[in-house]
């Protein structure tokens, strides 16, 4: 039984029980009076819900007495079994739009328990409103359930008294009347109501045959009668064929001649007491059993006949006085007749608005405003229940070119058949919305198994046979999962849209989820590439110092320069939180030639104060790879003189040697023709050839850190260094070791070999002015963390 049924039930049990619209009583005052003063709240009310409003039976501390049914939260509180309680109503996405909380009386707490009345129908709450949020205890619980108790014992008291005084006298006939308005309600099929309606007044009356039915009109406002029941005669083959022709489609009566049609004309009842000498008789179907005395009733809404009954052969006849006894019952009829149009016009009219508003009227799935609501309530329910929601983005492929080379129509048919399959693989519960063009979404709960993506996909990509086409299609689809993607419906939609495009370039009809990881580095990245221009015109930008020993001959060689970022907000940055994002655009060039500008700039300081110190810098591999790099080097050179050039080292990765060798090394002799030295940085990493190696004009090797930091503890590291140290002093080239962080790990170097080495056991990376007086300061005695360093937020 579908909800819209038992509705209908629930209004014709409050139309029975006669509450509405009454007068305030002081058993249901007291009560109210009762709750508002234990809560101490704002409002107290006993609340009844009709068909469109919510109306106050009793009310405490509000001035209106009825509101619109659309925004009752009680209209919520009987759509359960137990008690509504809304602790905040601002941050509940069922309310806190309505306008009742954004206006007065400014609903914050709401708590209301159902209301029954005496066959078991939920007509209202007992309800207490705050404007302040407040929190509900089990005991605050029982207090109102147990209020709400008291209100369904009075209801009970009032009915069972009515029924005692005038109930019992048209009690049958009241019986009749309930049956067939519960009927009539909770029923998809209002023939149900009338069959009802007519089995009782057979009863009543003792009449052996009758029906009812509903007068129409034709355009021309001749009116005719198309019959709701009538009394199954299916004893012979041909009044069984009568009988299931109504039950089909229903039976019309249009001929006005006779005893059937003539209240139809004249608008008065009709009585015959003998049917064989009555010239009004005849047009029974073949088959039927004899007539001998018959009543016809019209049925009225005010001044217009909507309706007929027809009663046959009651033992003594029919007269005037029973039709009148018949009244209460007519008028039931009448009403039922009436609302039965009414409600059928309401329920085109809504549905057609509603169709219109909220779903796609090619495939009838929800439209993208109805998906959003569908879609907030789910992410409201994935919270409450701690669950998940994958959201499915799904774009056909190749549906543009059916459409070109086929036609609209057969486009339409395609999504046609793509919808009733994307319905026909999710449960019940799981939403699938159109978005537009060949764009599907698909809402699933709590999936638990990728393959549900995939079967999804499977089902599109099956044939399609439309007219004489067969058709072939398939469908991309991007995912992303509430809550580990945490974001609001709409970012949902548009990063499942994402997705969707990365599955595209995958090569079609398969599924990608959406990578969080990648999605917040691009937004960093987009970020970078907006500030760094400002940074870099601004004077953001700045070298920091590490100083390079060389051990064996325990002095101070030089420096490595390393970049960091002042950011304005962020404090000093690292290399790590910006140089990736700018790589392959135009400012890894920007930056690589400020980074050589500052260096050769720093060795003319360093000539003019007779400082003997080398200054490494590191090249951006897209920056050392582009077309323009020997140009800014030169330019960045200017005149300075060859010692100055001598000392400046550019850090190459051994990574960037392996990309394109040709173009590597004709950059390397370009360095090395313009007098500066070269440096293989992070040397390990890569997997370059002895026979790469020995052509790479570099001077220097820098063993990658990650070697050395543990060498002591990691045999194979250690291996690996002790191997570097080899093969530098077979090549003859200067071997740096980067990462020394303590004597130890220094020692075992110097054991090997090496000859150069900088890391933290001598100075993090400090500005210039720090790194000159470390390098002041330094002897070989004092050579461990001689300055307290200036430590940036991510040093390199």
Same mark, same amino acid.
């Given at each position: 039984m579908t909800t819209t049924n038992i509705e209908k039930r629930r209004l014709a049990a409050l139309e029975r029980l006669g509450i509405l619209d009454t007068p305030? !009583? !002081?058993r249901f005052e007291r009560l109210t009076r009762i709750a508002k003063q234990h809560y101490r709240v704002k409002t107290a009310l006993f609340s009844v819900l009709d068909e469109d409003r919510q109306w106050f039976k009793s009310r405490q501390g509000l001035d209106v007495s009825e509101t619109p049914r659309s925004i009752a939260f009680c209209d919520y509180a009987i759509q359960q079994d137990k008690a509504l309680v809304v602790e905040d109503a601002t941050a509940d996405p069922r309310f806190n739009t309505n306008p009742l909380v954004t206006g007065k009386p400014f609903i914050r707490f709401y708590a209301g328990m159902p209301v029954r009345e005496p066959s078991g129908f939920k007509?209202?709450?007992?309800?207490?409103?705050?404007d302040k949020p407040r929190q509900f205890t089990g005991i605050d619980l029982d207090i109102l359930r147990s209020l709400s108790s008291i209100i369904e014992d009075e209801l009970e008291h009032s009915f069972l008294a009515a029924d005692d005084q005038e109930y019992v006298r048209v009690s049958h006939l009241s019986r009749a009347i309930h049956r067939a308005q519960n009927v009539f309600l909770t029923s998809d099929n209002e023939r149900e109501a009338f069959e009802q309606m007519l089995s009782d007044l057979l009863a009543l009356t003792g009449s052996q045959f009758g029906f009812i039915g509903e007068v129409l009109r034709r355009d021309d406002q001749t009116p005719y009668l198309k019959i709701g029941a009538i009394t199954n005669i299916a004893w012979s083959p041909e009044t069984q064929a009568l009988y299931q022709e109504v039950e089909r489609r229903g039976l019309i009566f249009d001929r006005l001649d006779n005893l059937m049609g003539q209240p139809m004309v004249t608008g008065d009842?009709?009585?015959?007491?003998?049917? =064989? =000498?009555?010239?009004?008789?005849?047009?029974l179907p073949d088959g039927h059993p004899p007539i001998t005395s018959y009543i016809g009733i019209p049925v009225f809404s005010g001044d217009e006949e909507i309706g007929l009954i027809g009663l046959a052969n009651r033992i003594g006849g029919f007269t005037p006085r029973l039709a009148e006894e018949l009244e209460p019952l007519l008028q039931t009829v009448g009403n039922l007749i009436e609302r039965k149009q009414l409600y059928q016009e309401k329920r085109d009219h809504q549905k057609s608005l509603e169709q219109a508003a909220n779903y796609d009227v090619l495939t009838g799935l929800p439209n993208r405003r109805r998906l959003t609501e569908l879609f907030e309530q789910e992410l409201h329910e994935a919270n409450s229940r701690n669950g998940l929601v994958s959201v499915c983005f799904i774009d056909l492929d190749g549906f543009k070119d059916i459409n070109d080379e086929l036609g609209h129509a057969v486009g339409d048919a395609v999504l046609r058949s793509v919808a009733e399959r994307l319905l026909s693989n999710v449960r019940l519960h799981d939403v699938v919305a159109r978005l537009g063009g060949d764009e599907f979404v698909a809402i699933l709960r709590d999936v638990d198994d990728e393959r549900v993506y995939a079967r999804l996909l499977e089902s599109i990509g099956k044939p399609i046979s439309y007219k004489h086409h067969i058709l072939q299609i398939s469908g991309s689809m991007g995912v992303t999962v509430y809550p580990h993607d945490d974001a609001d419906a709409d970012l949902l939609i548009r990063h499942a849209d994402q997705a969707m495009y990365a599955a595209k370039e995958s090569g079609k009809n398969s599924y990608t989820l959406f990578d969080l990881d990648s999605h917040f580095s691009r937004k960093q990245r987009v970020k970078v590439i907006e500030q760094i221009g400002d940074a870099l015109s601004s004077g953001q930008l700045e070298?920091?110092? #590490?100083?390079?020993?060389?051990?064996? #001959?325990?002095?101070?060689?030089?420096?490595?320069?390393?970049i960091r970022w002042n950011h304005p907000d962020k404090g000093l940055l690292g290399p790590v939180h910006f140089l990736d994002h700018i790589e392959y655009t135009e400012y890894a060039r920007s930056v690589g030639n400020f980074v050589i500008?500052?260096?050769? !700039? $720093?060795l003319r300081e360093f000539a003019e104060k007779r400082l003997p110190y080398t200054l490494s810098v590191n090249l951006s591999p897209s920056h050392f790879l582009g077309p323009d790099f020997r140009d800014d080097l030169a330019s960045a050179l200017g005149d300075a003189p060859r010692d100055i050039r001598s000392r400046l080292i550019l850090e190459v990765l051994e990574t960037t040697a392996l990309d394109d060798t040709d173009k590597v090394l004709d950059n390397l002799r370009a360095c090395r023709e313009l007098g500066v030295d070269i440096s293989l940085d992070d040397f390990g990493t890569g997997y370059s050839s002895l026979d790469l190696f020995r052509r790479l004009p570099a001077q220097e090797i820098k063993i990658d850190k990650s070697f050395v930091m543990d060498m002591l503890d990691n045999n194979d590291n250690s291996m690996i260094v002790s191997a570097i140290v080899s093969l530098s002093q077979s090549f003859q080239r200067r071997l740096v070791a980067e990462g020394i962080e303590s004597a130890a790990v220094e020692a075992k170097l110097i054991e090997l070999g090496c000859q150069l080495g900088q890391g933290f056991f001598y100075s993090r990376p400090v500005p210039l002015e720090n790194a000159l007086e470390? =390098? !002041?300061?330094?002897?070989?005695?004092? $050579?461990?963390?001689?300055?307290?360093?200036?430590?940036?937020i991510t040093p390199s």
């Open positions: 305030p !009583e !002081e007509i209202g709450t007992l309800c207490i409103i705050d009842v009709i009585i015959s007491s003998d049917l =064989a =000498a009555d010239p009004r008789s005849g047009g070298l920091h110092y #590490q100083p390079k020993i060389h051990l064996t #001959q325990r002095r101070l060689e030089g420096f490595e320069a390393l500008r500052e260096a050769i !700039e $720093r470390w =390098a !002041e300061n330094f002897t070989w005695n004092n $050579r461990s963390n001689s300055l307290e360093p200036f430590t940036p």
